[in-house]
RNA sequence: GCCCCAGUAGCUCAGCGGAUAGAGCAACCGCCUUCUAAGCGGUGGGUCGCAGGUUCAAGUCCUGCCUGGGGUACCA
């Protein structure tokens, strides 16, 4: 989490001062906060400690400097104070817009180019459905997978499945006991004493044990292997209370039927949400079959011992996580002779950082793991195990989220306290996809998020993923009218109002021979009804806007804040809807038309971009 | 006790040590015969939790305190 960096537009369209080298001077090109000053800005106040000068001195004398650098461009500087500001020429903003057009993606850029993250997230365990906090992280860490990749990084998305240890006996074993219960209920069974507790008491491991006596993939039938179970518990109690299962290796072993069920029923019920809210993971890290399964757990184990970093007491083996700044030293075997959670996730981030790529050299160098608040007190430990075992710390980075709380009624709930659970998917089916996902990401992850599922679902005012999409959805539909008019305009009767606005063929001669140039009219020829100055501010804010969504982009990358593109692509809406209302798009006009018919087209380009990369869809219509 | 996150407009939140601290919602006043009113314009609303400190400059950095959330296992 190295957030040294700074962010500069150095890389944008229009004002490149790369000559300049800004950044080497400690100084970068901003937006004014106040739209008078100009277009862009410089700040030269952080020269002034070592220059020993005030800061309107050092403007004064650079500010020929920039004069020179940026006079082809026709640049407008004017100096306050410690600020250059730089207003932008005409043609200069037509560059952006004619830019914007000739990427293929608007925003692709290079910021991160020679990065390769592995950037593990959600690994929820597979015992239950996904919950609301879930899907916080699966927003996040999709949309930082997808940002990432538009800055040049190469980037794995991982899901590590705790599929070893107790949790999964423990669900395997309560969809059995449910499943005797059924039985039980539809025809009684001599000697069956009602449990008093499950282990997991979920109403969905009802469905679960359901749909295990209904699954036939395996031959025979489930529900007779069920009561050969129960009728091989020779116990006083039948069902056995789970301590008792819990305690018996051999006992605990009979139930593997059902587990294998209940792994792969859950993972793949998680997977299916997943995918359907567009969260793709290129790998699901299996822990049995990929670590304990090739002893790798014993083999760091084996490595801490050696190198001393492990040490005997008390009958358990403990990390000398202390020694590297956690707090306290941590256990890795237990005394009864099972690991820890640790031991097996210390495991799994060596096996991350010894992966070669197919030249032989590390894979990755960047391991990003997005963990909930609750989780905080792991970092510690496992940047210490990380250290014992010789690998790059500093590669290692923990994005931490704050928690979910699920509003219902106006009452903040907390997870798991009600007795029926609101899962992801109850919330998704309610509220949709999109809305979900923007909400997920619209706030940082270092505040915690209220998801209000009311409000996500009926008030469309407070929901501003609607507002974003409306604007795009707004543009698709000046370009369809554009070249094909409504044909139930019954009121007009003469041949040319029937007309399409702009020919076909002169909206491809436009777009094959565009250039720069083509968008002057944008700031020189209006309507009769139009206000030149009006139009001009919004027209200019519109493209600045439009211009500044690459730096957008490498922000959130950088500081991986998905919420400040969020905020952007609703920035840009604001700014498309302004000058929608002040400028008429489709005019009788093609020298008129045509221009801002193609400046439209940038703006839905962008705004999908931005939505895109959030994993939001962008509709043709509303 | 210790560790992490937050505290900014009535509410939900932005805010990279730099210009007069910004959005959305809510409230109030306007704008549809015209490309989608899920929209636009305007008005009101602030001791940036409190107290010190560093700096030419602090909502932003440091220290202490207060409030709320999370953590502090031989659980996962």
């Not at 041949?495 to 720069?516: G, Q």
């Not at 998905?562 to 020298?591: G, I, K, M, Q, W």
């Amino acid at each position: 989490m190295d957030n040294t960096g700074k962010v500069s537009p150095g890389s944008s369209a229009c004002v490149a001062p790369q000559t300049l080298k800004l950044e080497q001077w400690g100084l970068r090109l901003e937006r004014p906060k106040n739209e008078q000053h100009g277009d862009y800005a410089v700040n030269v106040s952080p020269l002034a400690k070592q220059l020993r000068q005030g800061p309107p001195q050092i403007a004064e004398a650079l500010n020929p400097l920039l004069d020179k650098a940026f006079q082809e461009d026709e640049l407008g500087l004017h100096l306050i104070g410690g600020f250059i500001n730089v207003s932008m020429s005409h043609s200069l903003l037509s560059k952006a817009i004619h830019h914007v057009l000739e990427q293929s993606q608007p925003g692709l850029n290079d910021d991160l180019a020679g990065q390769s993250i592995l950037l593990e997230y959600v690994s929820a365990n597979p015992t239950g459905p996904l919950h609301i906090g879930h899907g916080r992280w699966a927003a996040l860490g999709d949309s930082l997978v997808r940002i990432f990749r538009h800055c040049g990084a190469v980037v794995t998305p991982e899901f590590y499945v705790n599929d070893a240890g107790l949790q999964v006996l423990k669900i395997g074993y309560s969809i059995y006991l449910r499943a005797l219960e059924i039985l039980h209920t539809k025809n009684p069974l001599s000697g069956y004493t009602q449990p008093t507790e499950f282990p997991y008491p979920g109403e969905y491991v009802i469905d679960l044990a359901q749909a295990f006596l209904s699954d036939t993939s395996k031959g025979s039938k489930n529900s007779d292997w069920v009561l050969q179970q129960f009728q091989h518990a020779q116990k006083e109690l039948n069902p056995a209370p789970f301590e008792a299962i819990e305690a018996d290796e051999e006992a605990a072993a009979k139930y593997d039927p059902v587990i294998q069920f209940a792994l792969s029923t859950v993972l793949t019920q998680q997977q299916v949400l997943l995918e359907n809210l567009g969260v793709h993971f290129e790998a699901y890290f299996f822990e049995k079959a990929y670590l304990h399964q090739r002893d790798l757990v014993t083999q760091v184990l084996d490595q801490l011992k050696h190198d001393r970093f492990a040490y005997m007491q008390d009958g358990a083996l403990w990390l000398n996580s202390s020694e590297f700044g956690d707090e306290k030293d941590r256990v890795l075997i237990k005394s009864d002779g099972s690991y820890t959670y640790l031991a097996a996730d210390i495991a799994y981030h060596h096996q991350k950082f010894s992966r070669l790529d197919d030249n032989g050299n590390p894979q990755y160098n960047r391991f990003i793991n997005i963990w909930g608040a609750d989780h905080h007190g792991y970092i510690a430990r496992m940047r210490a195990a990380i250290q014992a075992l010789g690998h790059p710390v500093e590669q290692f980075e923990v994005l931490l989220g704050q928690l979910v709380n699920l509003v219902i009624d106006g009452e903040k709930t907390r997870m798991g306290k009600r007795r029926k659970m609101l899962t992801l998917e109850d919330v998704v089916s309610e509220v949709g996809v999109d809305a979900t996902r923007f909400w997920m990401v619209s706030k940082s992850a270092d505040t915690a998020l209220d998801f209000d599922v009311e409000l996500a679902t009926s008030q469309t005012d407070e929901n501003p993923v609607f507002y974003a999409q409306y604007a795009h959805a707004r543009c698709a539909s000046i370009l369809r009218n554009a070249l094909h008019p409504p044909l139930n305009t019954q009121s007009v009767t003469d041949d040319e109002s029937t007309a399409p606005f702009v020919s076909e063929a002169a909206y491809l001669e436009f777009e094959a021979t565009l250039t720069p140039g083509h968008f002057a009219p944008l700031f020189q020829q209006f309507l009769p009804q139009e206000t030149p100055e009006t139009v001009l501010t919004a027209l200019k804010q519109l493209i600045l806007k439009l211009d500044s969504f690459e730096d957008s982009v490498i922000e959130s990358a950088r500081f991986a804040t998905p919420h400040s593109l969020a905020r952007y692509s609703l920035e840009l809406a604001t700014a498309f809807h302004r000058f929608y209302n002040t400028c008429r798009v489709l005019t009788p006009d093609p020298t008129l038309t045509l221009p801002r018919l193609f400046l439209i087209l940038a703006v839905k380009k962008t705004l999908a971009q931005a939505l895109e990369l959030l994993g939001v869809s962008a509709p043709e219509r509303m």
